[in-house]
Each structure stands twice: as C-alpha cells, then as structure tokens.
C-alpha cells in the first residue's frame, strides 16, 4: 500500500497548519473530523473519511489539554487510518482500528514536543531580561518548530511506510523511554490542574470543588465529566438564584449598595 508523494506532502503540511490552529486561531481545523474529511477529498472517497474522522471526533469530545495536558493526537491518527482504509478499501472501520493506536501512540510525542519547546520558551526569557523584543519574537516564533514537527513527521513516515512502522515503533522502543514518556505525560495533568487551582477562587467556592471531587472519585465508572459539568451547572444556578432571592434591600425596596472588596481582585488562593 502506497501513496503518491505528492499526496503525502499535502498531508504533512496540512496538520502541521492544523496544529498551528489547534494554537491559535482554532477555526476547528485541528479535528480529527476535518482531518478524514480533507484525506478523504483529496483521495476522492469523502464519505469513507467523514466516517473516520466523524467516529474519532465522538472519542474526544469534552476532551482538551487543561493545563498541559496531553490526549491522543486522532487528528493524525485520522488522516493516516482514513488513508489506508480508502488504499485497502475495507471500509472505516480498519481505519478506524488504525487511526486509535496511532492516536494513543503519539500521545508520547506530544510529551516530547512540550518539552523541547521549553528550550525556546527559555530563550525568550533571556532575551526578555536583556530587553531584546526581537529575540522574543524570534524565540517564541521557532517554538512552533517542535510542536509541528511533532505531527507532520508521524504523519510523513506513516503514510510513507505503511501502518506496519507504527508496530515497529511499538516493537523497538525501549521500555525504559516508554515509561520516561508516560511518567512525564501523567504529571503534566497534575502540574496543570495545580496551575488552575492557584487561580481559581477556592476559598469562597471550595464547597462546589469537594462535590465535584467527591463525586469523580468515588463515582467510577457510573460518574463522567458530563455529569459532573451538568451538576455544576444546577449548583451554580441556584447558587445566582438565592444570590438573588436574598439580596439586602433598601426600606423602598431597591438593592442595597453593596460595599466593595478590593482585597478580593486578583486574588490568589494557593500560596507559594
């Protein structure tokens, strides 16, 4: 099973753009929906390619890297699957059976892209120190590199080589560098959350974050994130209508001037 290069290099350069989206502009390019819509466009089978990345994008809805967190790269495991179901013509369903170990497998690299652009990010801190804007800019700007090449190289040898380098991968990778690898990628979920927190108004809502702390850990597998949001949701509806029912009125009956708490703007909840 192959592809023409030409095929190939429109491919790679297309998620390395959609990476660039999922980044900035986020116009929904980064999905893996678009990913096996446009796959499937350009090797004429839209349909075979919507199913794919259709299936994927229910995998991951409600899903994004809070706090640095890394999930499954299935914009690229789209394109590849996509690609090799329209070549071997069996159908979404082995691309699909693709598209999620490649996914899952690129998570690692997503880890690896995260740190390497630590090394720009650094830089611009130098050059930040020494008032140098430019050296900013240019820090900042070569710190796509590591986040971009981190999805058009996979991509490249996979539609290169076939879907059989993503078992080799799987093979030779020792287990020493795999673990490093997941390791890093369970931290950062913690590190980002701890990060949110610190910003997070706490001291004044800290009931809500124990319901929904308490809920997700003695849930299992009957409590998701839909129905904690939802409950959240209800909690802070009634939480603004008692606001409401029994705020201090005046003798006339209007809203009583409410003092202002300063002290509150800004406010940081988690010491250093």
Request: proline share 4%; glycine share 12%.
């Amino acid at each position: 099973m192959t592809l023409s290069i030409g095929l190939i290099i429109v491919l790679t350069i297309y998620v390395g753009l959609a990476q660039l989206d999922a980044l900035s502009a986020q116009f929904g390019f980064y999905s893996p929906l678009f990913g096996g819509m446009v796959t499937g466009l350009l090797m004429g089978n839209v349909t075979t390619g919507l199913l794919v990345g259709g299936t994927l994008q229910l995998m991951i809805l409600g899903v994004a890297t809070y706090g640095g967190a890394s999930v499954p790269d299935y914009l690229s495991g789209s394109i590849i699957g996509t690609a090799y179901a329209i070549l071997s013509a069996k159908g979404a369903q082995y691309g699909i059976g693709l598209a999620v170990p490649i996914g899952l497998l690129l998570t690692q690299l997503d880890v690896l892209a995260r740190m390497s652009n630590l090394f720009f990010q650094h830089r611009a801190d130098r050059h930040a120190k020494l008032g140098n804007y430019k050296g900013v800019e240019r820090a900042n700007l070569l710190g796509i590199l590591p986040w971009t090449l981190s999805r058009m190289i996979p991509v490249f040898i996979g539609l290169l080589f076939g879907n059989s380098v993503v078992n080799v991968i799987n093979q030779y990778m020792p287990a020493w560098l795999m673990l490093g690898l997941k390791t890093a990628g369970a931290i950062l979920p913690a590190l980002g959350i701890a990060i949110l927190m610190r910003y997070l108004p706490l001291k004044k809502f800290f009931p809500f974050f124990i319901i929904g702390f308490v809920m997700m850990a003695i849930g299992g597998t009957t409590t998701t994130m839909m129905s904690v949001a939802l409950i959240g949701l209800a909690l802070a509806a009634v939480y603004m209508l008692f606001k409401r029912e029994f705020k201090p009125t005046t003798a006339n009956g209007a809203p009583a001037p409410q003092a202002s708490n300063n002290d509150d703007d800004g406010e940081v909840e988690i010491d250093d």
